[in-house]
């Protein structure tokens, strides 16, 4: 029981994470379960930090949130820190992903923005 109370702070965290992209894409549970083929039931277990999803759903859902699956299994505590080599990109992808105040065509613009100068500077 140790080990699963270990998990407990970060499955919430990840959770709300979910929760907040899924409001922001304003889908509903329902919604997000047709998009990723995962029982809305499960969906609201893995909100409320009651299981640790799969691989599978975890990409499942980065795909229908337009999020990159990096970003989530971030969140979700899978990786390490060290393992991060293009955090500053990284950063700026999620940051811009994770700003309530624009739409979701704006943060793909801008997202497109961010990377065709990084290809520029790299290039």
């Not at 919430?12 to 929760?19: A, K, N, T």
């Not at 990723?36 to 609201?44: D, E, F, G, P």
């Not at 299981?51 to 390490?80: C, D, F, K, M, Y």
Request: charged share 25%.
């Amino acid at each position: 029981m140790a080990s699963e109370d270990q998990w407990d702070p970060r499955l919430r965290q990840l959770g709300e994470y979910i929760r907040m992209q899924r409001h922001m894409a304003d889908l509903s549970l329902r919604g997000l379960s047709e998009l990723t083929q995962v029982s809305n039931a499960y969906l609201s277990q893995l909100e409320r930090g009651l299981h640790q999803p799969s691989l599978r759903v975890l990409q499942s859902i980065a795909e229908a949130l337009n999020l990159s699956a990096e970003t989530l299994v971030s969140q979700a505590g899978l990786t390490r820190p060290d393992s991060q080599s293009d955090s500053p990109t990284r950063d700026t992808e999620t940051a811009i992903r994770n700003d309530p105040a624009l739409t979701s065509e704006e943060r793909d613009a801008l997202i497109r923005v961010y990377h065709s100068f990084i290809q520029t500077r790299s290039g």
